[in-house]
Antibody, heavy 120, light 110 residues
Framework: QVQLVESGGGVVQPGRSLRLSCVASGFTFSHNGMHWVRQAPGKGLEWLGVAWYDGSQESYADFVKGRFTISRDNSKNTLYLQMNNLRAEDTALYYC?????????????WGQGTLVTVSS | QSALTQPPSASGSPGQSVTISCTGTSSDVGGYNYVSWYQQHPGKAPKVMIYEVTKRPSGVPARFSGSKSGNTASLTVSGLQAEDEADYYCCSYAGSNNLVFGGGTKLTVL
């Protein structure tokens, strides 16, 4: 069965960096675009960005451009989110999710999330 | 890339129908037939209920339906059941492989 397991979250000071990982299993990882979505405590879902199925391109929400980088290693079935210059407002549960279909597709499998807390 | 606009709350009694709206712009909701809806119970990951405006993934009850008119998409839950109480988020393709979510609607079954 499809599984997505995020890791790498924790407490980090403002201005520092953190790299999240998402290990996938149960499907051919290199066939699907993979997305990062976050959810601040008590708040809604916020799309962060996507890595193309083959890792050739990424796309980002405007508010994370220049600070966050998404990458993937298809040989390791792993998606990454490098977050730099973290701010208090980046405190959230970070989910990775598999995209199924083309532009008209949807996020069909989600991990359980990894919590990032930015605090001094 | 502004968030799509959803009402913060909606409610209905068991057996009734409730509709949740999701308003965007011609650059997202109005520009593509690529709206999806996600259900999220407390402490759980989101689950897709509708995709491509009107389609239901396998396993989603037929009580859930979607529609769109202009820049506004809607999710209708018919025959409300207690387990439908959850947060609901719309999501639209916004061009250049970008997605945008709505702010979420808390559905209460009275």
């Amino acid at each position: 069965q499809v599984q997505l397991v995020e890791s790498g979250g924790g407490v980090v000071q403002p201005g520092r960096s953190l790299r999240l990982s998402c290990v996938a299993s149960g499907f051919t990882f290199s066939h699907n675009g993979m997305h990062w979505v976050r959810q601040a405590p008590g708040k809604g879902l916020e799309w962060l960005g996507v890595a193309w199925y083959d890792g050739s391109q990424e796309s980002y929400a405007d508010f994370v451009k220049g600070r966050f980088t998404i990458s993937r290693d298809n040989s390791k079935n792993t998606l990454y989110l490098q977050m730099n210059n973290l701010r208090a407002e980046d405190t959230a549960l970070y989910y990775c999710a598999r995209f199924y279909g083309d532009n008209g597709g949807y996020l069909d499998y989600w991990g359980q999330g990894t919590l990032v807390t930015v605090s001094s | 890339q502004s968030a799509l606009t959803q009402p913060p709350s909606a409610s209905g009694s068991p057996g009734q129908s409730v509709t949740i709206s999701c308003t965007g712009t011609s650059s997202d909701v109005g520009g593509y037939n690529y709206v999806s809806w996600y259900q999220q119970h407390p402490g759980k990951a989101p689950k897709v209920m509708i995709y491509e405006v009107t389609k239901r993934p396998s396993g989603v009850p037929a009580r859930f339906s979607g529609s769109k008119s202009g820049n506004t998409a809607s999710l209708t839950v018919s025959g409300l059941q207690a387990e439908d109480e959850a947060d609901y988020y719309c999501c639209s393709y916004a061009g250049s492989n970008n997605l945008v979510f709505g702010g979420g609607t808390k559905l209460t079954v009275l």
